[in-house]
């Protein structure tokens, strides 16, 4: 089975304080996701990553950057936490679309961060 | 710019009967439609992809729908049971996904 892991289910931080969420999935997908969720807002892009070293935008990358050094690890990272990055993050992966085959999302338990 | 909207925020039925839910999107043509189902405190879980030439498509006691014309998808669950409980999520896109903000199904025992 695929299998995704964040580093942490739940993490408390202090604003401004710099966080680090990490992310590794065993399946060799070249294609890695982060996301946060919040009531009413649904699932929002952060940021995606197709390929190590390789990163794109997703809707609402300020005040986040991530690293892709391995291709089986994607990190997120929060340079000065503020209140309102509190949410649940999720990280997905998955293969690229090729042929037939189209690309479901694989996600992590989601790690729970509250900015204090 | 592309939206989704699922039609209800939480949705209520008897066991046994068949629960529908609605996925519309708007500016947008999307190749596919996908469908995750989500558990309180979990991470959403991959049910079902539809392709735009595919009018139809089951997997066991679920079928999904898609109409590009309407740009509309309906997610259907039959002899639905308490364990179907849980928010479930349209998803449209090629690498890069926009989610719905989800229906929460409750089925009563």
């Known amino acids: 089975d695929v299998k995704v892991t964040q580093s942490s289910r739940y993490l408390v931080k202090r604003t401004g304080e710099k966080v680090f969420l990490e992310c590794v999935q065993d399946m060799d997908h070249e294609n890695m996701f982060w996301y946060r969720q919040d009531p009413g807002l649904g699932l929002r892009l952060i940021y995606f990553?197709?390929?190590?070293?390789?990163?794109e935008k997703g809707d609402i990358p300020e005040g986040y950057s991530v690293s892709r050094e391995k291709k089986e690890r994607f990190s997120l990272i929060l340079e000065s936490a503020s209140t309102n990055q509190t949410s649940m993050y999720l990280c997905?992966?998955?293969?690229?679309?090729?042929?037939?085959?189209?690309?479901?999302?694989?996600f992590g338990e989601g790690s729970r961060l509250t900015v204090l | 710019s592309q939206k989704i909207e699922q039609n209800s925020e939480a949705l209520n039925i008897q066991e046994g009967k068949t629960a529908t839910l609605t996925c519309n999107y708007t500016n947008y043509s999307p190749a596919y439609l996908q469908w995750y189902r989500q558990d309180p405190g979990r991470g959403p879980v991959f049910l079902l992809l539809i392709r735009e030439n595919e009018k139809e498509k089951r997997k066991e006691r679920l079928k999904v729908t898609f109409d590009t014309t309407l740009k509309q998808s309906l997610f259907h669950i039959t002899a639905s049971q308490p364990a179907d409980s849980a928010t479930y999520l349209c998803?449209?896109?090629?690498?890069?996904?926009?989610f719905g903000t989800g229906t929460r199904l409750k089925v009563l025992a």
């Open positions: 990553s197709y390929d190590v070293k390789m990163k």
């Open positions: 997905a992966s998955s293969r690229r679309p090729t042929g037939d085959f189209t690309g479901e999302l694989f």
């Open positions: 998803a449209l896109g090629t690498y890069k996904y926009i």
